[in-house]
């Protein structure tokens, strides 16, 4: 896997942000701290990615940019209303082969399962998956694991190791 840092062509990358090629992302791409952007990822126009976001292999950010609905003008030629925003909030993974439709927030700390579409706005701490998207359950077990999580994300990043293996006493055997 050939891992690259954003240089002049994405200039509003964090410098810790690693996108693997290849990739599609639109020039005004904004990142946070210790982003992941794996392969084959298609990110369209006005998004902002919070710090530790993660997205699997061919996650895509589009749609909202055709006008379809005027009368005896094909849609090639209808013109494009303005990009919605998309923010994807601290701490987020989106799974493998997600699409999310542009102009959604996903709110912090969700996870987007694999394959899901993501089309409406994604609650902070869910996990949700399908298609479209729907909550399959909360992340952690109460609110005080969430309030745990909101201070840690609160504190200054911190350097660590990507996706670092845990070691369980199963795997010392």
Same mark, same amino acid.
């Given at each position: 896997?050939?891992?690259?840092? %954003?240089?002049?062509?994405?200039?509003? #990358?964090?410098?810790? %942000?690693?996108?693997?090629?290849?990739?599609?992302?639109?020039?005004?791409?904004r990142?946070?701290a210790?982003?992941?952007?794996?392969?084959?990822?298609?990110?369209?126009?006005?998004?902002?990615?919070?710090?530790?976001?993660?997205?699997?292999?061919?996650?895509?950010? #589009?749609?909202?940019?055709?006008?379809?609905?005027?009368?005896?003008?094909p849609?090639?030629?209808?013109?494009?209303?303005?990009?919605?925003?998309?923010?994807?909030?601290?701490?987020?993974?989106?799974?493998?082969?997600?699409?999310?439709?542009?102009? #959604?927030?996903?709110?912090?700390? %969700?996870?987007v399962?694999?394959?899901?579409?993501?089309?409406?706005?994604?609650?902070?701490?869910?996990?949700?998956?399908? #298609?479209?998207?729907?909550?399959?359950?909360?992340?952690?077990?109460?609110?005080?694991?969430?309030?745990?999580?909101?201070?840690?994300?609160?504190?200054?990043?911190?350097?660590?190791?990507?996706?670092?293996?845990?070691?369980?006493?199963?795997?010392?055997?």
């Amino acid at each position: 896997m050939l891992l690259f840092r %954003a240089g002049h062509r994405l200039r509003h #990358v964090h410098p810790t %942000a690693f996108i693997t090629r290849p990739a599609s992302i639109s020039r005004d791409l904004r990142t946070g701290a210790y982003c992941f952007i794996n392969r084959g990822a298609f990110i369209g126009p006005r998004v902002a990615l919070g710090n530790y976001v993660i997205f699997g292999p061919e996650v895509a950010i #589009v749609g909202g940019d055709h006008v379809y609905d005027e009368a005896g003008t094909p849609i090639c030629f209808t013109g494009r209303p303005p990009m919605p925003k998309t923010v994807i909030e601290d701490d987020v993974w989106v799974g493998q082969r997600s699409v999310i439709k542009a102009g #959604v927030r996903i709110g912090r700390g %969700a996870v987007v399962a694999m394959g899901s579409v993501v089309t409406k706005d994604v609650e902070p701490y869910t996990i949700v998956g399908g #298609v479209p998207a729907k909550l399959i359950k909360r992340r952690f077990r109460s609110p005080e694991e969430e309030s745990e999580h909101d201070r840690m994300l609160a504190q200054p990043c911190v350097p660590r190791e990507y996706c670092k293996p845990k070691v369980t006493e199963d795997d010392s055997r």
